[in-house]
């Protein structure tokens, strides 16, 4: 099991069906296909997720769930095995750096709805968790390369390898090295990613367990940034933004245990679990300024920033296996300690002198305790689950340039109630209510005054069918009310929580194995989202970069016993990037609706069974199979112009276990 005593269980299929709430489990057969260049992209088949592919290499994903998006994934809450990603899980909350590499993931959990009690505090759009690669019983060995083949010769090289296995009949290790070199499709795009892990399970005896991990990630990044409208229709592949890069490193240590308790008092079994972790973080975005695409900088402004980060959650699980009534008790409590250093530097280009801009300094607690009660009802066929979850966040900030400081504290008690029905073996039917939240951000509150949480009110209901094995078709309605969002009032310089917006839709998934043709798998997934200003001058406007539509297929057909050949598809439709949905670019093209697409990738794969019982895979695979021009725009630390997304390129893969 990846998580330990909650509510997501380890992501297996029987899981999922009767799960109360939307989710999507993407396997390790989909991420392995040699058309996926990066986790983020892997997601972009699960409705209701919107990628904004910078890089094509993941290693600095822009992923919005359900129309709300924020600069470096700041409104969604990513976890690798349960553990969070987030550079500091309250303070900044954004994916500014993402220590995952898709050669470690096994498979992505997400979780639309449902999971908000637990798993807080950045909730709202729901949870992500990268799961890894289990640890195998058998010493196992991996080597893996794949060459990406980028336009203008430019190549990428994922290098893979992992050693792991059980020294003895209860101690297992897994040591995973990844390294990502090279350059993607543009100029100015040099990559240079390192991630070393090593994870370990020992088994202590029937009833104790312990997990852990430790690893050390950096990643050196040149960034090519936007292009004007002018420079864009000449060549998109170029880059007129020589000083824009990005650097980063982390070092990561984790672990939980494990015990069961057996029957205590009313309870016939009870697991108690403590999970702990923390990081020393690093990372630094240098970029030239004004940000006109086409213009000449006059200023080099680094941000570099360093974050320390522990966090410790101990849980308990207490069961009541009753002959009319069963009861699934959840009690947890976390505490997170985060100290964050904000420092922006900017050097003149022409004389070289550079002056301090920013010096802050953040000292975060939080302490957050979660109950729930799983009831279930006519032989667990009806369960029904209320829970709450409080949240106690103060963040303390020093200015170190003015010696302003200011203090702040937030508090706030999220309920919810999830029902799930197994109304026959064909039909599941669910639906749940949970309010969550998205704590002040740190830089929130440098102005003086009280910010509170931004609050949000989940509501979904849904259905699976299940006719027979090979079919299976979700379908589900929801809707966020998103208050208090926190604005920037420059009349009385301070943050307030002010904004709102409404975030209503469909998703649905279709996933079909023909009787007459079980070597073929079918997907397809459909999301109808309506977000809405509800506020302000742009009352009844558009979410900014939230598509209406959104549509994938995919199939995956096996054949001749060692191949398999795949094909995917995926449509978006146009979005606006600013509040007044402006429809034409202004001068510098920071603003305008942004066109529609479809992209198609393709891959195929044959398997080499060897005589050692060693096994060799080779694949290829083409993303972008018709080479549309696309493109983004309000990318971090190139805003204006227009963002290129990844071009057609050809990617070819090895991988050989023994």
């Not at 996926?36 to 094509?56: C, I, M, N, S």
């Not at 600069?71 to 987030?86: C, E, K």
């Not at 950045?122 to 980028?150: A, D, H, L």
Request: glycine content about 10%; proline content about 5%.
């Amino acid at each position: 099991m990846v998580i330990k005593g909650d509510v997501l269980g380890s992501a297996t299929d029987p899981e999922v069906r009767t799960y109360a709430g939307s989710r999507t489990v993407i396997g390790n057969e989909q991420l392995q296909k040699a058309s996926v260049r990066g986790v983020d992209e892997a997601l972009q088949r699960v409705p209701g997720v919107k990628v904004f592919d910078e890089t094509g290499t993941g290693a600095l994903p822009q992923i919005a769930v359900r129309g709300l998006y924020e600069s470096r994934s700041g409104r969604v809450q990513a976890l690798s095995d349960g553990i969070p990603l987030a550079l500091a899980p309250y303070g900044q909350t954004g994916l500014s750096l993402f220590p995952v590499t898709m050669a470690t993931v096994d498979r992505i959990d997400v979780v639309r709805g449902g999971a908000a009690v637990q798993y807080g505090p950045n909730n709202v759009g729901g949870v992500i968790n990268f799961i890894s690669k289990p640890i195998p019983r058998e010493w196992q060995n991996t080597v893996q390369e794949r060459t990406t083949f980028n336009p203008g010769g430019r190549q990428l090289w994922d290098t893979y390898v992992g050693t792991g296995g059980y020294l003895t009949d209860n101690f297992g290790l897994q040591l995973d090295l990844n390294s990502i070199n090279g350059e993607t499709g543009r100029e100015h795009s040099d990559t240079d990613i390192q991630n070393y892990r090593l994870r370990g399970q020992w088994n202590i005896d029937d009833d104790r367990d312990l997990s852990f991990g430790i690893q050390h990630y950096r990643a050196d990044m040149d960034l090519p940034g936007a292009l004007s409208v002018r420079d864009y229709k000449d060549n998109p592949r170029q880059s007129t933004r020589p000083l824009d890069n990005f650097e980063g490193n982390t070092d990561r240590v984790w672990g939980t245990y494990t015990q069961q308790l057996g029957a205590i008092g009313p309870f016939d079994s009870v697991q108690f679990s403590w999970t702990n972790f923390a990081h020393k973080s690093y990372r630094n975005f240098v970029v030239g300024l004004p940000f006109t695409p086409d213009g000449t900088a006059v200023t080099k402004q680094d941000g570099p920033r360093d974050f320390k980060v522990w966090g410790s959650e101990p849980r308990l699980s207490m069961n009541i296996d009753g002959d009319q009534v069963s009861q699934t008790w959840l009690l947890g409590a976390r505490y997170v300690k985060e100290d964050i250093d904000y420092k922006v530097d900017r050097q003149s280009v022409a004389t070289g002198k550079t002056t301090p801009f920013r010096d802050w300094q953040f000292n975060d607690s939080a302490k957050a305790f979660y109950i729930s009660n799983a009831i279930g009802l006519f032989d667990n066929r009806l369960t029904i689950t209320p829970g709450a979850r409080y949240e106690n966040a103060r963040m303390d900030y020093d200015d170190g340039i003015t010696g302003f400081t200011n203090e702040n504290t937030s508090r706030e008690w999220l309920p919810g109630l999830t029902v799930g029905f197994q109304a026959s073996d064909d039909w599941y039917v669910y639906a749940n209510a949970q309010k969550s939240l998205r704590p002040p951000q740190v830089t929130q509150i440098v102005k003086e005054g009280q910010v509170g949480a931004e609050l949000a009110w989940n509501y979904e209901t849904g259905v699976r069918y299940t006719p027979w094995d090979g079919l299976r078709v979700d379908m589900g309605l929801y809707r966020i009310d998103f208050e208090d969002q926190i604005v920037y009032n420059g009349t009385t310089d301070r943050f307030v929580n002010l904004g709102s917006t409404r975030h209503q839709g469909i998703e649905s998934e279709i996933f079909w194995t023909p009787q007459a043709l079980p070597a073929l798998d079918l997907h397809a997934s459909y999301a109808y989202l309506d977000a809405k200003q509800r506020n302000g001058i742009y009352k009844g406007n558009d979410v900014p970069f939230a598509s209406r539509n959104q549509f994938s297929v995919d199939g995956h057909y096996r054949f001749a016993e060692h191949w398999s050949y795949s094909l995917d598809g995926l449509y978006v439709s146009s979005a606006y990037t600013d509040a007044a949905n402006s429809v034409d670019e202004d001068a510098i093209a920071s603003v305008g609706r942004l066109p529609a697409y479809w992209l198609w990738n393709t891959a195929i794969e044959r398997q080499f069974k060897l005589q050692d019982h060693s096994v060799l895979t080779a694949s290829a695979g083409i993303s972008n199979l018709f080479n549309r021009e696309y493109y983004f725009r309000g990318i971090d630390t190139s805003p204006w112009g227009r963002q290129p997304a990844p071009q057609r390129s050809l990617t070819l893969g090895l991988n050989y276990q023994f």
